[in-house]
Structures are given as structure tokens and as C-alpha cells.
């Protein structure tokens, strides 16, 4: 693993007039370049510990560094200008343009001007948002759109630490996942530590490269990766705060390109004989077999339509309507198998043909390496 780039040791913290900490002496190591999820149900401290790695909350006890740094022996206003923070409700400058939003944190530190509207311009570009917006102020935007700019203003002064606390909370489902997406995307380019605060564990699941669960209190439950997670949980509250389906949720940490092989498939080429097509459909135990013009997928055909036909690829044939990549998840691969009329799916390399999943592939993905029967 790389090195730690945020580290707390003990770290608590207890309000004036409660009886018990927020967070109670919570160890947790988060290194370079790491995606971490912080969960749990409400009062469990998530957005506390997020807080205190700022210090927009500081700690009671215990010690929280950054790049090796303890935060409470520098100015806390300094420790803040290294560190991203994105929030649900954005926190743009509504009497601003989104330009001078994105350059707040620049401003701050003294860029020049060139400087800053350059980085601007990249921001407003790696947000893939549209450049003419940059004079335009946040109350003309869609939400997701501001909570682009608001990650764009987080990332301004290129901080080596992003901390995000439940920013795609405020926005619908089908925009949230774009959002998830998009992050995903400039992490792999990016390589920041983030630190992103949630109470959905699919969520979690989707973003984390390691995910902590914490019980109330600020109690650490389990600190691992979301497929160890859910091939062992530490104990029944993990257990019953990921829920069910478990095996589902594991197909969608997998994609088909982690699978050690992939079948060629019910299919045969176009100058196959129909007793041809007829034969590898039975072995497959089916009642269909596609034909495939070299490595295109051309499409299938039901068995009795093979039967006593000269070539395979005179017989009138269905296109596959649903197709999947290498890069699919297991879990698109099985919604794939559902909505086919052959109950398979077929992967592709934009129109080359790869081959074919079937349920018994996913069934074993399912159950190998699960801790309980």
C-alpha cells in the first residue's frame, strides 16, 4: 500500500453537554491516493471525522496528521486551504460567477491572474462542463451542474486531499449516478486521497476502494475493501448494515473482464451446416444457436429453424438486443440475462464478438470465497 497520507490515532470528539463523544477514539489510516468511504447510520460520526481532518471541528483527543503533518500545530486556516472540501449543499458564492467561484481558493493564495483563469478554464473543461457557463451565476445552473463547479472550486488550487461530505445527497437518482461516474473518472486521472462521507452503502460500495463502517459513537466496525466486506463481515451490525442480496452486491464489484475465461457461446459460423447449429444448441442445452459472419454476431435463430437447413447463415435471424463489454460489471452481465429472450449475454468489443455468459457463470461468482452458506 502507499503511504498514509491521513492518519488519526485515538481521535475524539465530545461536544459540550453530552455525555457520550461523537466520535470515541477512532483509529484509521487512509493512504495516498485512496478512495475512502465513511458510513453508518445517523449520529455515528461520520461528518464529525470528516470535520476534524480540517478542522472545522477540532478533536478533544488523539492526533490527526496529514501528509505527516499534525493539523493542530498549523493555523487551521492553512491546514484548510490544502485540503478540497466539497458539501451537499455546494456552498457556491450565489452573488459570483462560476468563474470566480472556481478560483475562490487561488484568489486566496495569490495566483496571478493568467494563472487562475487557466486553471479555470481546465476545470471547467476536466468537468466537462460547458465554458460558456463561467459567467453565468449558480442559481442559473442545475444542480448537478453546481455540484460540478463545486467539486471544480474543491480541486482549484490542485490540494492533494478532497474531503466530500454526502455531495450527490441533494440531487435524483439518474444524475447522482452520472456524478459517481464522473468522480470515478478523474480519480483514475487524478489519483487524490478523498475522503467522501455517505449513508447509502451501495454508494460506498461503488466508490470506495476501501470503505469504514461506524456504529454509533464513532465506533469502527470494519475498515476493508467493499469484496471483503462482503465476503466477511466483521459481525452482525456490518452484516445487517449491508443488507441483503450480498452476493448481487458482489457482482457489481466484478466486471467480466476479471472472469478467467469466457465461452465461445451457442454460435456458429454462416457456412455451418444447420445439423451444425443444431448440435452445439443441444450442447449448450438450449433451444436457440447464433450466427456469427467471422467475428461479427449476426444474430439467433431457434433450433427447429436449423433443422434441415443447408447453411446456417440462410436462416432468418434475431439481433441480440442487449450486449455487454469486458468492462461490464457482473451485475449489468446478469440484467443483461434477464431482459434477453435467450437468457444469456453476450460480450463484445464494440462489434467484435467475444463470447457469451450464462446464469451458471454468475452463480459461481456468487458463492465462491462467501463466509456463510
Not at 32 to 37: D, H, I, M, Q
Not at 326 to 334: G, H, I, K, M
Given at each position: 500500500m502507499a503511504d498514509a497520507m491521513i492518519e488519526l490515532r485515538g481521535a475524539t470528539k465530545l461536544f459540550p453537554g453530552l455525555d457520550h463523544p461523537a466520535v470515541d477514539a477512532l483509529d484509521l489510516t487512509i493512504a495516498?491516493?485512496?478512495?475512502?468511504?465513511l458510513v453508518g447510520p445517523s449520529g455515528c460520526g461520520k461528518t464529525t471525522t470528516l470535520k476534524m481532518i480540517n478542522r472545522i471541528v477540532e478533536p478533544t483527543s488523539g492526533t490527526i496528521t496529514v501528509g505527516g503533518h499534525d493539523v493542530m500545530e498549523r493555523p487551521a486556516h492553512l491546514v484548510r486551504r490544502d485540503i478540497g472540501y466539497v458539501i451537499q449543499q455546494i456552498g457556491l458564492f450565489p452573488h459570483h460567477t462560476i468563474a470566480r467561484n472556481i478560483a475562490t481558493v487561488p484568489r486566496l493564495l495569490g495566483w496571478e491572474d493568467d494563472r487562475t483563469a487557466a486553471r479555470v478554464d481546465e476545470l471547467i473543461g476536466l468537468m466537462g462542463l460547458?465554458?460558456?457557463?463561467?459567467?453565468?451565476?449558480?442559481?442559473?445552473?442545475?444542480?448537478?451542474?453546481?455540484?460540478r463547479v463545486g467539486v471544480a472550486r474543491a480541486l482549484a488550487a490542485d490540494p492533494p486531499v478532497l474531503l466530500m461530505d454526502e455531495p450527490y445527497g441533494a440531487v435524483d437518482p439518474l444524475v447522482r449516478g452520472r456524478l459517481q461516474d464522473q468522480l470515478l473518472e478523474l480519480q483514475r486521472d487524478l489519483h487524490k486521497t478523498i475522503v467522501f462521507v455517505t449513508h447509502d452503502i451501495d454508494e460506498a460500495m461503488r466508490l470506495g476502494d476501501r470503505i469504514a463502517i461506524l456504529n454509533l459513537g464513532g465506533v469502527l466496525e470494519?475498515?476493508?475493501?467493499?469484496?471483503?466486506?462482503?465476503?466477511?463481515?466483521?459481525?452482525e451490525f456490518v452484516e445487517d448494515f449491508l443488507g441483503g442480496e450480498r452476493g448481487l452486491k458482489r457482482l457489481a464489484l466484478r466486471c467480466v473482464a476479471d472472469l478467467p475465461e469466457l465461452r465461445r457461446g451457442s454460435v456458429v459460423p454462416a457456412d455451418a451446416t444447420g445439423a451444425d447449429a443444431v448440435a452445439?444448441?443441444?450442447?449448450y442445452g438450449g433451444d436457440w444457436c447464433g450466427v456469427l459472419d467471422g467475428d461479427h454476431l449476426r444474430g439467433w435463430a431457434w433450433v427447429d429453424q436449423f433443422r434441415g437447413a443447408a447453411r446456417a447463415g440462410d436462416v432468418d435471424t434475431r439481433r441480440f438486443r442487449v450486449g455487454i463489454t469486458?468492462?461490464?460489471?457482473?451485475?449489468?452481465?446478469?440484467d443483461a440475462m434477464v431482459r434477453s429472450s435467450t437468457g444469456v449475454?453476450?460480450?463484445?468489443?464494440?462489434?467484435?464478438?467475444?463470447?457469451?455468459?450464462?446464469l451458471g457463470d454468475l452463480t459461481a461468482e456468487i458463492t465462491t470465497g462467501s463466509a456463510h452458506p
Open positions: 495516498e491516493g485512496e478512495l475512502v468511504t460547458d465554458p460558456g457557463m463561467k459567467e453565468r451565476y449558480p442559481g442559473e445552473l442545475s444542480g448537478g451542474q453546481r455540484q470494519q475498515f476493508d475493501t467493499p469484496e471483503e466486506l462482503l465476503r466477511a463481515p466483521a459481525n452445439v444448441a443441444e450442447e469486458r468492462d461490464s460489471t457482473l451485475r449489468e452481465a446478469l449475454a453476450a460480450v463484445f468489443d464494440g462489434d467484435r464478438y467475444l463470447g457469451m455468459l450464462q
